[in-house]
Structures are given as C-alpha cells and as structure tokens.
C-alpha cells in the first residue's frame, strides 16, 4: 500500500520561504513521476509543479514558475518543493502525489490530475499580508 506523508507547512509571512517534504513508503518511488498540488476551500485541487523519475525534467504551473523548486533524493524516498517569495495567494492546502512510472530516457512530468495515483493527506501553508 502506499503511503505519502507530507511535512513542513505552517505559517509564514508574505515574502518568506517554506520547504515542504514528502516521505513515500510502499511505493516504488525511485521509478515514478512526483507532483505537488495544491487546494483552497470549495475549489478544484490544482496542480503546482512535477518531477520526472530521475529528477532530471520538472514542470510548474505558471504561478509558482521562477519562485517555486521542486526536487527529489531517491535515497531517501523523498520529493521536496521549496516555496520562495510566498504571497498570501499561495495559502493553500499542499498536497503530495505519486504519478506514473517512468525509467531509463523516457523522463516524465505529468501535470493532469487523473495521472497520480497515489495521495499525501495535504499539508497547510498560510501566508499572512
């Protein structure tokens, strides 16, 4: 069964930095894609960044494009993405998951949300004005 735990949310100021981790277990992680999601109250779970296998390929949705870094250590099982220059537009609830696998040339970042599988149970990130 897999498992995908989140950490490293909470409150920040606008301008600041969080660093969220995602600790996969049960999950043949080293092979499959990696992405970030994010969710405010009664709107569609959106998509932030990914990451191929390898960490070679990434992909980011427009708004966090150039302050947002998604990253992997397959050592540890584990996907981070770290969030710079924070604005109170990103107060969301962050959420891990594990995507498709992919190995060897073939380096894959999906952005639907139908192509992740596997789901963390979301971390929040508050940033205040």
């Known amino acids: 069964q897999v498992l995908l735990v989140e950490s490293g949310g909470g409150l920040v100021q606008a301008g600041g930095s969080l660093r969220l981790s995602c600790a996969a277990s049960?999950?043949?992680?080293?092979?499959?894609?990696m992405g970030w999601f994010r969710q405010a109250p009664g709107k569609e779970r959106e998509f932030v960044a990914s990451?191929?296998?390898?960490?070679?390929?990434?992909l980011y949705a427009d708004s966090v494009e150039g302050r947002f870094t998604i990253s992997r250590d397959n050592a540890k099982n584990t996907v981070y993405l770290q969030m710079n220059s924070l604005d109170p537009e990103d107060t969301d609830v962050y959420y891990c998951?594990?995507?498709?696998?992919?190995?060897?040339?073939?380096?894959?970042?999906?952005?639907?949300?139908?192509?992740?599988?596997?789901w963390g149970q979301g971390t929040q990130v508050t940033v205040s004005s």
């Open positions: 998951a594990g995507g498709p696998p992919n190995s060897g040339t073939y380096e894959y970042t999906p952005r639907a949300i139908n192509a992740f599988s596997a």
């Open positions: 049960g999950h043949t992680f080293q092979d499959s894609s």
């Open positions: 990451i191929s296998w390898s960490g070679g390929r990434t």
